[in-house]
Nanobody
């Protein structure tokens, strides 16, 4: 069973940085591709980025590309979302997700397991 646990959200000023973390309290994530999604109030869930099981391949959504880096430390069973140059419009609930295939995914439907979400609020 994959039970995802998230940490690292919070309040940050515009232009600042945050790093979100996602780990599993159950099965190892080493063979799972991982994704990050976000959802702002009254908006649809949006793809942020994804990383393959090996960590060698990443895919980023258009809205945050160039400002984020997704990485993973399989020894620590943890995936990271480093966000820089944050803007007001980045305020959202951020979710990590895992898929049983090791290749990156970009659609929410490709991911079987989801974390509870962590709030990121950017103030100007």
């Amino acid at each position: 069973q994959v039970h995802l646990v998230q940490s690292g959200g919070g309040l940050v000023q515009a232009g600042g940085s945050l790093r979100l973390s996602c780990t599993s309290s159950g099965r190892t994530l080493n063979n799972y591709a991982m994704g990050w999604f976000r959802q702002a109030p009254e908006k649809e869930r949006e793809f942020v980025g994804s990383i393959s099981g090996s960590g060698l391949t990443t895919s980023y959504g258009a809205s945050m590309k160039g400002r984020i880096t997704i990485s993973r430390d399989n020894a620590k069973n943890t995936v990271y979302l480093q966000m820089n140059s944050l803007k007001d419009e980045d305020t959202a609930l951020y979710y990590c997700a895992a898929r049983t295939l090791a290749i990156v995914g970009v659609d929410a439907e490709e991911f079987e397991y989801w974390g509870p979400g962590t709030q990121v609020t950017v103030s100007s």
